[in-house]
């Protein structure tokens, strides 16, 4: 890097020192830091710069600035290593605590890609939301949940309404939240307790509402009539013409997804050597890395795999060819395929996954659960997984806390054990280990998102991050 910072690098602390840098400027200006040594001396002594001209207009007095043995700026150096450290910290920490601004809060993310910035799991909102492809789900704070499916545009303006700038949406609505409005560019929705659908589209200049039970009003912004009931089963178009302002037509339910997918799904094993299939059609939303893990649940026997693919309509697009075995945590091994998708390869129709079985005992039994992730859960870093985590295992209430210096500890309905005493954890490619002493059994887990720890070698079910 030369003396002077690249415009990127200049824009980029400017934006951080006065405040108006967003999570994405914030992702690139750590990525810099972290990468050249130069990058972080031009923010240290741009911040160095801007504290002392705030002491000076504070003092009135010239700042006076000190050199340390090795020459270095350490009077401000200190205070903005401090600081970057610090907002670094915060950005990587996961989700911000709710704001005064906001109305609504991410609760699932399945296979979103972004335009604009992105918002994690767990995000608070208060104002717009725009995905190129995938399934968000948005919860506001009267309770009403809303499932975007891409490409679709949503602006959350209170704590129980919104505007569909275009795309598809279906609200579920509770008792207690009727009234919920959604604001599209041909007219306004008013729920009265009820799930419905909607369809914006206004380069055609077309708006579909449907009713999936209960009621709805439907007013078309034209002077043409004025707000008109919708029940269950009912749809109407609105075109957007002043002669004919709403036009019944077939619901048809099918064009809507409404609930966000489960990245998990079931398999079993009884010694047959046919390839085992899953329908991932609603998980693959781009292209991209997709990773796929297999767990043991229960059964005397593990379950031996060939090769993961994946296929669109029947014509393979992706495939990971290596043994792996599924069964309890001692012979758990490679039980993870990453299957990437190219550009250009995806396109919407039937996705599945093909496992491949290899040589097994004949009678051969197992069960457990197939769970295709997200390959940024593999940008996890140690950071990340830090803090004290529960589950439920046979209705037992689990606690496991990984501290920062690669200690753990575990609590078994609230009374810590001894069974952590001499293990260690660490992150290697995105999975955390944990290590015992004496022992080559490693547990495995891998971070779905800030709030969800995926076991992948152990018949646990996700645990929930206790903050």
Request: net charge negative; hydrophobic share 40%; glycine share 10%.
């Amino acid at each position: 890097m030369k003396d002077a910072p690249p415009n990127e690098l200049r824009r980029l602390i400017d934006g951080m020192l006065d405040g108006t840098l967003d999570e994405a400027g914030l992702a690139r200006l750590e990525e810099m830091m972290r990468d050249d040594e130069a990058a972080m001396d031009h923010y240290l002594a741009a911040a160095a710069q801007d504290g002392l001209m705030a002491q000076a207009l504070l003092t009135n007095e010239a700042p006076v600035v000190k050199r340390g043995p090795a020459g270095a700026w350490w009077i401000g150096i200190a205070a903005a290593a401090a600081v970057v450290i610090a907002v670094l910290a915060f950005h990587r920490s996961g989700p911000p605590n709710r704001g005064a601004g906001a109305l609504a809060s991410v609760t699932d993310v399945v296979g979103v890609v972004w335009n604009g910035d992105p918002f994690p799991n767990g995000a608070p909102l208060g104002g717009m939301v725009d995905i190129r492809s995938g399934l968000l789900e948005i919860t506001h704070d009267s309770g009403t949940r809303l499932l975007l499916e891409g490409p679709a545009a949503y602006e959350v303006t209170g704590p129980n309404a919104g505007r569909l700038v275009h795309g598809k949406l279906v609200a579920e609505v509770p008792p207690g939240a009727e009234g919920f409005t959604v604001d599209c560019p041909d007219g306004q929705v008013v729920d009265y307790g009820t799930e419905f659908a909607i369809e914006a589209d206004p380069d055609k200049g077309t708006m579909e509402v449907g009713v999936f039970r209960g009621e709805v009003k439907v007013k078309p912004n034209t002077d043409a009539g004025g707000a008109v009931p919708l029940y269950t089963g009912h749809a109407v178009r609105v075109p957007g013409m002043v002669e004919s302002p709403l036009r019944s037509i077939p619901f048809d339910q099918s064009r809507f997804i409404r609930q966000a997918p489960s990245r998990e799904m079931p398999w079993y094993f009884s010694g047959d050597s046919r390839p085992m299939e899953w329908d991932v059609s609603h998980l693959v939303w781009s292209a991209g890395e997709h990773i796929v893990v297999l767990k043991w649940m229960s059964g005397p026997d593990a379950l031996v795999l060939q090769k993961m693919d994946l296929l669109l309509d029947g014509e393979v697009v992706a495939t990971d060819e290596h043994p792996c075995s599924v069964g309890d945590l001692g012979s758990t091994l490679a039980n993870v395929y990453q299957l990437p998708v190219p550009e250009g390869s995806w396109r919407r129709g039937n996705w599945t996954l093909r496992a491949w079985p290899g040589a097994m005992d004949d009678g051969a039994t197992s069960e457990g659960i197939l769970m295709l992730e997200d390959a940024t859960a593999l940008d996890a870093e140690a950071a990340d997984f830090v803090g004290v985590w529960e589950y439920v295992h046979d209705g037992v209430i689990y606690r496991r806390t990984f501290r920062p210096d690669g200690t753990c500890l575990l609590e078994f309905n609230g009374q810590p054990t001894p069974y952590f005493e001499s293990a260690r954890w660490s992150v290697r490619d995105g999975i955390l280990e944990v290590n015992f002493d004496a022992s080559e059994i490693v547990e495995r887990h891998l971070l779905r998102d800030h709030d969800s720890l995926v076991f992948i070698n152990q018949p646990y079910r996700n645990a929930r991050r206790v903050e």
